[in-house]
């Protein structure tokens, strides 16, 4: 919490994203009884979920065991989890009239259990650590919506973009609004920080970002219950990262396509940091990890505001050890710094 707000700490803080996941046999073997959207909206489990891997891995805050798409059935949209290539959207947006349909969020208790979740999490951690909240920014929700899944190079929503201004411009404000509602509920249930996933944003370039992305990020974080700490994370292309600053957040997450020290130089010293170890580097051995995870560290140069984390989140077939010996290297050395 102190280093999210920029104030000294005496310990190198790490969480990591997709903490809890695939790669763990204890989540395999809650997935063998129930599917993953069951799962997200079964608060009991997702919290079991959480609780068990910060427990293992001995990391310094919880993230929501959620989706940022489980917003999108309220919203009107037909989501499921295909047990290959990944979520789908049974609805997507293919005509400007489409938007129409996009129901605006107007209040929380159509996603109540992932507030269970929240709730469930914090006893659960019973003040330990931090717990995160957590949604989807407007444009890669926005992407989902119309190319209905994932892509690899988001023709069709960079398309409609162009093609229909003023439709998209409709859509992005209806999802920065919903959002921010959604998070907000987080914030009453209970989280103590909230991150924002900007997961899919590097595809735009950075004029598209400034006229068709940045100003619907900013109205989501402006509508963010003040006091509580937000990380915005928009990976993918480090030339971003000053819109993303402008966007808003008190804590910008990089990725590992630019080193620490270039990012914070672009962002500001006035911001915390979040980053950055390439995700490939726990499938390596522990003096590769020591190795890389001391570089990050001391571009950190002491300075206050500053998370280790992945780049992107832990991927599956990561052996659990290494993330375990990842979290304890990063706490050794961080007593160094």
């Not at 993230?63 to 059935?73: M, P, T």
């Not at 400034?210 to 900013?218: A, D, H, M, Q, R």
């Not at 808003?248 to 940091?273: F, T, Y």
Request: hydrophobic share 45%; aromatic share 8%.
């Amino acid at each position: 919490m102190r280093a999210v707000q920029c104030q000294p700490v005496t310990s190198q803080p790490i969480w990591l994203m997709r903490q809890a996941g695939r790669y763990m046999i204890e989540y395999q073997r809650v997935r063998e009884k129930v599917s993953f959207l069951e799962l997200c909206k079964r608060p009991e489990l997702a919290a079991e979920v959480m609780l068990t891997a910060v427990q293992r891995l001995g990391v310094d805050a919880a993230i929501l065991f959620s989706d940022i798409l489980l917003i999108l059935e309220p919203m009107g949209f037909q989501l499921e989890f295909a047990a290959e290539g990944g979520p789908k959207i049974g609805n997507p947006i293919r005509q400007p009239d489409d938007v129409d349909r996009v129901r605006e969020l107007s209040a929380v208790e159509p996603l109540h259990f992932v507030m269970d979740a929240v709730r469930y999490t914090r006893e659960g951690l019973d003040g330990t650590k931090p717990l995160i909240g957590f949604a989807g920014a407007p444009f890669t929700l926005a992407a989902y919506m119309v190319e209905g899944g994932s892509s690899r190079n988001f023709q069709q929503v960079k398309a409609f973009m162009h093609l229909y201004p003023a439709k998209w411009h409709d859509l992005m404000r209806r999802i920065a609004l919903s959002t921010a509602r959604y998070l907000n509920g987080q914030i009453d249930a209970g989280v103590q920080i909230v991150q924002i996933f900007d997961s899919w944003v590097g595809c735009v370039s950075d004029e598209d970002y400034k006229k068709y992305v940045l100003p619907y990020s900013k109205m989501l974080i402006d509508l963010i219950l003040p006091g509580t700490p937000i990380i915005h994370f928009a990976p993918g292309n480090p030339m971003l990262l000053p819109r993303v600053r402008d966007a808003g957040g008190h804590v910008i997450g990089i990725d590992w396509r630019i080193a620490l020290d270039k990012a914070w130089e672009m962002i500001g010293h006035d911001r915390a940091i979040q980053g950055n170890l390439d995700p490939a580097i726990l499938f390596t051995d522990r003096d590769t990890i020591r190795h890389h995870a001391q570089h990050i560290i001391r571009l950190a140069e002491r300075q206050p505001g500053f998370v280790f984390n992945l780049g992107s989140g832990i991927m599956p077939q990561t052996p659990v050890d290494n993330v375990i010996a990842l979290v304890d290297i990063v706490h050794e050395l961080g007593q160094m710094r």
